[in-house]
Nanobody, 123 residues
Framework: QVQLVESGGGLVGVGGSLTLSCSTS????????MAWYRQAPGKQRELVAV????????KYTDSVKGRFTISRDNAELTMYLQMNSLKVEDTAVYYC????????????????WGQGTQVTVSS
C-alpha cells in the first residue's frame, strides 16, 4: 500500500519559518514527480510547488516564489518544503502528492496523497 506521510506543520508567527517533510516508501518515490498542495478553510485546493522525479525541475505558485523552496532527498525517499517569511495567508492544511509530471503540467494532481499537516501563521 502506497503511503505518503507529512510532518513538520505547526503554529508560527508572521515572518517565521517551517519545514514540511513528506516521506514515502517503495517505487512511488523513484518514478514520480512530487508536489505540495494546500487548502485553506473555504478555499479551493491550490498547487504550491512541484518537483520533478530527478529533482531538477521545480515550479512554484506565484504567491510563494522567493519564500518557499521544494526539494527532495533521494536517499531518504523524502520531499521537503522549506517555508520562509511566512504570511497569515499561508495558513492552510498542506498535502503531499505524487504522480506523473504531465499531471501537474495539466493542473491535475497525482494519484497519491498524504493525510495533510496543518500550518497556522499567526499575526
Amino acid at each position: 500500500q502506497v503511503q505518503l506521510v507529512e510532518s513538520g506543520g505547526g503554529l508560527v508567527g508572521v515572518g517565521g519559518s517551517l519545514t514540511l517533510s513528506c516521506s514515502t516508501s517503495g517505487s512511488i518515490y523513484a518514478y514520480n514527480s512530487m508536489a505540495w498542495y494546500r487548502q485553506a478553510p473555504g478555499k479551493q485546493r491550490e498547487l504550491v510547488a512541484v518537483i520533478s522525479s530527478g529533482g531538477i525541475t521545480k515550479k512554484y505558485t506565484d504567491s510563494v516564489k522567493g519564500r518557499f523552496t521544494i526539494s527532495r532527498d533521494n536517499a531518504e525517499l523524502t520531499m521537503y518544503l522549506q517555508m520562509n517569511s511566512l504570511k497569515v495567508e499561508d495558513t492552510a492544511v498542506y498535502y503531499c502528492n505524487a504522480g506523473p509530471w504531465d499531471n501537474y503540467v495539466r493542473d491535475r494532481p497525482g494519484d497519491y496523497w498524504g493525510q495533510g499537516t496543518q500550518v497556522t501563521v499567526s499575526s
